[in-house]
């Protein structure tokens, strides 16, 4: 790790060795979801060997779940925050209202 790599902001990987999701205010429930469904270690390697042929990355619901996954199995990061996600999520058509 270099000293690039730290972001003063986001504190180091706990020592049980997990990285956290940031809670936005009203996202704790999906949250929780999200790394249950991480810990599925079946489910996370689907999720992670997954092809993402969509052309617009930034709308694709399932890439940005590939990339949440990526930072909870490889970030040296405290945590995560799943800005892309929450605007990729949508409920009749708008993003989710994180707060």
């Known amino acids: 790790m270099s000293y690039q790599d730290f972001d003063s902001e986001v504190g180091m990987r706990s020592a049980a060795g997990f990285v ?4 936005f205010g ?3 429930y999906m949250n929780a979801l999200i790394q249950q469904l991480f810990m599925i ?7 992670l060997q997954s092809d ?3 052309p617009d990355l930034d ?3 399932l890439y940005q779940l ?3 996954f990526a930072n909870l199995q490889e970030s040296e990061k405290q945590y995560y925050a ?6 990729a999520f949508k409920f ?3 993003p989710v209202n994180v707060r």
């Not at 799943?82 to 605007?87: E, N, R, Y």
């Open 20 to 23: 956290g999701l940031k809670n």
């Open 26 to 28: 009203c996202t704790c």
């Open 41 to 47: 270690s079946d489910f996370r390697q689907g999720v």
């Open 52 to 54: 993402v042929s969509d």
């Open 59 to 61: 709308n694709s619901v």
């Open 66 to 68: 590939k990339l949440i």
């Open 82 to 87: 799943p800005t892309g996600f929450t605007k």
């Open 92 to 94: 009749f058509g708008e």
